[in-house]
């Protein structure tokens, strides 16, 4: 008896193992197609989207007499357009960036679409807002991502960068070259630091007879490797390096951030906003969402989003990420 149960309920274990199999395909086909939309960009209008938001609290709250006001609003919401386009002088506005980063700073790719998108329609008076979102990474993909953001500062533009939640190594690399941060009290902010690191299998290779072989050409073409032997000059060749990348990375934070004491905080640690803001890192402890209302009073707020292209593999993790935050 014991046994037919234990067959039995491995049998379950697999059906089940491939139920749930079968499902998470379904799900993540279905998330794909989701946000399978071609490739090109996607512009909104914050402004109507939160007018459309109060709209929907006002309705849940007064029910049936808010239809008369609803009417009323929409008309003077037309007449205020209608003026608004008859403007010489129409209000300035404020376009939105968004950036989550990862290591490989691939988000770079639509920033790079959207700052050009921007610079090909916004005056002297607008101002551009940055949304960063970036634990660091790569040097020169972080780097390339920086030089984007140049590109706002060379026209002109005045840029602004939110932190609601990290910029921390590259990210701060990004976050630095702006005009005015602001950050939440506990984004984390910082890190001002470089690291290398690699496991090196060297010895088990040579316990287990193999041999690795390695040809280069120029002195430091290859200073530390994954299977064959480090030296010390390797190694402290590539430590001249991260110095030197550290370094550079000083000099970002000194031309655009006079006001830090750079060696104070290029330490490789990372403070919380209500600390940064002490040591200069940011300007201001402010959500991105409280900045937002209060410049939809004075500007039009348009929010950009370059979609590109995204390989099947890209795809499939994205689709993996939906069904493990659901």
């Known amino acids: 008896m014991s046994e037919f149960l234990s067959s039995y309920g491995l049998f379950l274990a697999e059906v089940l193992t491939l139920a749930l199999l079968a499902i998470a395909i379904v799900m993540l086909i279905a998330a ?3 946000g399978g939309q071609g490739p090109g960009l996607v512009v909104e209008h ?10 929907a609290v006002r309705n849940a709250i007064a029910g049936k007499r808010f239809k008369k006001e609803a ?11 209608r003026a608004r386009l008859k403007q010489q002088t129409p209000r300035p506005r404020l376009f939105v960036l968004d950036f989550k980063g990862d290591l490989r700073a691939s988000a770079a790719a ?6 050009s998108a921007v610079l090909s329609v916004a005056a002297a008076e607008d101002h551009v807002l940055l949304r960063l979102e970036n634990p660091g990474g790569t040097v020169h993909e ?4 920086a030089s984007q953001l140049m590109r706002i500062k060379r026209r002109g533009l005045k840029l602004l960068i939110a932190v609601d939640k990290v910029a921390a190594s590259g990210g701060y690399l990004m976050a630095c070259v702006a005009d005015h941060i602001m950050a ?73 951030r006079p006001q830090v004491d750079v060696e104070q905080i290029a330490t490789g640690e990372h403070w919380y906003g209500l ?18 209302l209060e410049a939809a009073k004075e500007r039009d707020l348009y929010r950009l989003a370059f979609k590109r292209k995204r390989s099947l593999p890209e795809r499939l993790l994205a689709g993996a990420e939906t069904l493990l935050s659901g």
Do not use: C, M, W
């Open 184 to 256: 939440a009290p506990f984004a984390i902010i910082g890190s001002v630091g470089v690291i290398a690191q690699l496991p090196n299998f060297h010895r088990l290779l040579e316990e287990k007879g193999v041999d690795f072989e390695q040809l280069t050409a120029g002195r430091y073409k290859r200073t530390l490797t994954l299977f064959g032997k480090n030296t010390d000059e390797g190694r402290e060749k590539l430590r001249e390096e991260i110095e030197d990348v550290h370094e550079l990375f000083k000099a970002q934070i000194r031309e655009h």
């Open 71 to 81: 009417k009323a609003r929409r008309k003077e919401r037309k007449r205020e357009e």
């Open 110 to 115: 639509s920033l790079r679409e959207e700052v």
């Open 32 to 34: 794909n197609r989701r």
């Open 142 to 145: 972080h780097g390339f991502a």
């Open 275 to 292: 600390r940064a803001l002490e040591l200069k890192l940011v300007d201001e402890l402010r959500t991105s969402d409280d900045f937002l």
């Open 46 to 55: 914050l402004n109507r989207r939160f007018e459309e938001s109060t709209d």
